[in-house]
């Protein structure tokens, strides 16, 4: 959830308040494009947040075995930058000709210790998206986060997590 969930530690069922709302936005820009779309809308992390990532691998790899053809799988969360002592930070850009969230790829690796060899893949992957944005809306992208855990980014060569914002944003 971003900051109108506030109260329930930023934490939403509500999909026309979470990143499952950022996720239709995203299948509907692609679709206009001509890029079809699968938009996985089940909440990984309602049971347990300790959870979610193997539960959300468990379904990408599902979609992934019935279309093998898919190119790309983005796992959409929103950041979380401050802390409650010191208030939290809202990541934004203009573009547009208005101010909206930030965007930032997370790519991880297998230096955790994970079989994730290719993830070389994911961050070039990552980099040329963030190259095409950067040439139009340079504030749009924030720098790629890399990290040392795997987040199953194994499932293609073109599996990135990709935050939307901060929980300080609407």
Known sequence: GYADSYGTGFRTADTD???VAVG????RVLEKAGIS???ITELF???SWSLAYD??????????KKHPSIGYV???H???IGNENDGYVKSTATAFGKSISQLMFVCGTDEGGSSHTEWRQNLTTALQIQSEIFTDHKSLVRPVNLRRASFYQDTSPASLILECGTCANT
Do not use: M, P, Q, Y
């Not at 539960?55 to 992934?64: D, Y």
């Open 74 to 76: 983005f796992d959409i």
């Open 24 to 27: 239709k936005i995203i299948t």
């Open 45 to 47: 992390d309602g049971e």
């Open 78 to 80: 929103r950041d979380c």
């Open 17 to 19: 308040k979470n990143v």
């Open 37 to 39: 779309t699968i938009h």
């Open 55 to 64: 539960n959300s691998n468990s379904a990408v790899r599902s979609i992934l």
